[in-house]
């Protein structure tokens, strides 16, 4: 039997509440606390059990530079960690299994032609935007309220989830179907932008690989899960495993 490569796609929250345009951002409490530090240190643990020989993370591929220049100044200790789960996860997980780099994969790039399904929605009042507003609001307090009264164990499980994936991957499902049969802006975003982006991270993560023995963990934002997953899988160039069997 011949040995693939195997992959572990680990869906996150971004726990430093960035203002980085994303349509739905959950608001979490700072991670810098003891018993959330305990936790995390927990959630490596479990991770380390993967073995990955290499962590690849939700960095434009443009900023590979800064992000190992920051990994190196973290590893000699002049870096001080920020919330953001890349530092609090890839950071101390790559440390931990003695990692010398870490490989950013993702692509964010405006594309001419894609239109702006907000702005969109504003000047033709999309009664379909508005229910994925709802639905988006609704999945985000539902998330808020799961962080607070869990384990980040226990959150990281949760956003893992397979119904949880499902219901994130049905917000683009939804939008896929703004605009008319003329001018179908839901279907051009859907495609030409979301597939498209997480498209190319699954193109830069096959060619991280260098061998067969490569255990590849990547830590991406929980909404990327139903469509990554689905690539790897049907690549059948992989052995992908899942969070359930770790954490």
């Given amino acids: 039997m011949n040995r693939k490569p195997t ?3 680990l869906g996150t929250d971004h726990l430093d509440n960035p203002n980085n345009g994303d349509m739905f951002m959950t608001q979490t409490e700072d991670i810098h606390s003891e018993h959330r530090q305990r936790e995390i240190k927990q959630v490596i643990d479990c991770l380390k059990e993967f073995r990955p020989t290499k962590v690849a993370l939700e960095v434009l591929t443009e900023n590979q530079s800064k992000l190992n220049a920051d990994y190196m100044s973290f590893l000699n200790g002049e870096f001080k960690l920020t919330s953001n789960e890349r530092h609090q996860i890839g950071f101390q997980l790559a440390k931990n299994m003695n990692h010398k780099e870490l490989f950013a994969v993702d692509w964010n790039d405006s594309i001419e032609g894609v239109p702006d399904l907000e702005c969109w929605a504003g000047k033709n009042n999309s009664a379909i935007f508005s229910e994925v507003i709802e639905k988006g609001k609704k999945i985000t307090l539902e998330s808020e309220d799961y962080f607070k009264n869990h384990t980040m164990q226990e959150f990281l499980l949760w956003l893992n989830d397979k119904e949880n994936m499902k219901a994130n ?6 939008l896929a179907l703004m605009g ?7 279907s051009m975003w859907t495609a030409q932008y979301w597939y498209y982006r997480n ?3 699954y193109k830069n993560l096959v060619e991280l690989i260098t061998s067969k023995d490569d255990n590849i963990l990547v830590l991406y934002g929980a909404g990327h899960l139903y ?6 899988k049907e690549s059948n160039i992989f052995i992908v495993e899942t969070v359930q069997d770790y954490l």
């Fill in 169 to 174: 991957h049905e917000i683009y499902t939804k």
């Fill in 199 to 201: 498209m190319i991270v």
């Fill in 180 to 186: 008319s049969k003329s001018n179908p802006v839901g």
């Fill in 7 to 9: 992959i572990l796609v």
């Fill in 227 to 232: 469509l990554l997953n689905q690539f790897l």
